[in-house]
């Protein structure tokens, strides 16, 4: 039997992205095979393209950072390895965080980077929740601690996870403001934040006249400059957390001086950097989390905000559509069958 998978085979733009064939293998021993429903289409799978990270993916490579989909065939359990005999069966639903190998309607995982999804989720939406609400949710709660009533800033605001921080930033009662293009003010609004136009705005004055004490947190996932300016208007006792991928080793070492001296300087600030791969906060935080996260979603208290949905071999046009910068929110591919089950 083949699959198909979504690779990139050189370094560039969308149209690099090039669907191949392959024999579909049985998983090895410690294995499973899962066969993707949903993958969400983010920003690292774009700069993972491109090149532009400390720690470069070298290519051929399969992008997708997340996965929801079904367990197609179990590996068998590693000699001595496991005790307990894997939890999952053939026909569960289950997620992962890969951060490579999503475009593709085939993975092969091991047992263990499995997170269980309960029934009754919209996987579309499930999908987005593996990364995005993860990223806002433990850069809100682990990374920053914030408060109901905590003044922050949401450095853009209006993209996947800027959106997920808008939802959760409303469900934790805190005060927000959000930076934003004019044109995607809208959304922002729509979930109680204070939009400002970075483009035409001086977000650092703005925030100083409308709150002169300063913030209790700043979100960032752009750097550069934002960083020091961010840090700039925060209050005594406030955290900056960047969660935005520094795009090259020199880059991350700024960052990480310039983390190291905030938490140095006797003035109360705090900077912290939040990375999905980095395990600060170990496994079992991480399912935890995604628990509360599926939780949320079944209760409809949290509602991914999808632009829109492609074949998952689709996935060069779904790259161009996030590179036009016109996307509010997020982009995810599906399986045929899921296609289908939202266009009816
Ligand atoms: N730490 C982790 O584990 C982790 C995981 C996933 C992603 N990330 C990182 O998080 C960042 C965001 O990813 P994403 O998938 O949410 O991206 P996204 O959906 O493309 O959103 C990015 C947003 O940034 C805004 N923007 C673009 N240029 C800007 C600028 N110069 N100043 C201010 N805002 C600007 C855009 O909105 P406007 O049009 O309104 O400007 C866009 O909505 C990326 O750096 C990514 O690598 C980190």
């Not at 997620?95 to 999804?117: D, F, N, R, S």
């Not at 469900?171 to 109680?192: N, P, V």
């Not at 509602?303 to 071999?313: E, G, M, W």
């Amino acid at each position: 039997m083949k699959y198909k998978k979504v690779v990139v085979s050189k370094r560039g733009g969308p149209e690099v992205l090039r669907v191949s064939e392959e024999d579909l293998r049985e998983p090895s021993p410690g294995e499973v095979r899962v066969r993707i429903l949903a993958t969400p289409v983010c920003l690292p799978d774009v700069q993972a393209r491109y090149g532009k990270s400390p720690f470069r993916r070298s290519i051929p490579f399969v992008p997708g950072y997340a996965v929801i989909g079904v367990v197609d065939a179990i590996g068998r359990e590693k000699r001595y390895a496991n005790p307990n005999p894997s939890q999952f069966s053939v026909g569960d639903q289950v997620a992962a965080l890969t951060i490579y190998g999503g475009y593709a309607e085939h993975i092969h995982l091991p047992k263990k980077q499995l997170i269980p999804v309960p029934a009754g989720l919209d996987l579309a939406e499930a999908a987005i929740v593996i990364l995005n609400y993860m990223v806002a949710y433990q850069s809100l709660h682990r990374s920053a601690r914030v408060q109901s009533g905590d003044k922050v800033l949401i450095i853009g605001a209006s993209g996947g996870i800027g959106t997920a921080f808008l939802q959760l930033g409303q469900l934790a009662g805190l005060k927000m403001y959000g930076l934003a293009s004019q044109s995607k003010h809208a959304i922002l609004t729509e979930y109680g934040a204070t939009p400002i136009d970075y483009r035409t705005q001086d977000f650092v004055e703005v925030l100083r006249l409308a709150e002169p004490n300063g913030l209790d947190a700043v979100f960032d996932g752009m750097g550069g400059d934002y960083v020091d300016r961010g840090i700039s208007i925060l209050g005594r006792g406030g955290v900056f957390v960047e969660y935005g991928n520094p795009l090259s080793l020199p880059g991350l070492l700024k960052l990480l001086g310039k983390t190291i001296l905030t938490n140095l300087l006797p003035n109360g600030k705090k900077a912290r950097v939040y990375g999905t791969t980095l395990s600060q906060f170990g496994r079992q935080p991480f399912l935890d989390d995604w628990a509360a996260l599926f939780k949320l979603l079944a209760e409809g208290k949290i509602r991914p905000v999808i632009q829109d949905r492609f074949p998952i071999l689709e996935a060069s046009r779904a790259n161009a559509r996030l590179e036009s910068g016109l996307v509010i929110g997020n982009l995810v591919l599906l399986a045929p069958e899921l296609m289908h089950s939202s266009m009816a």
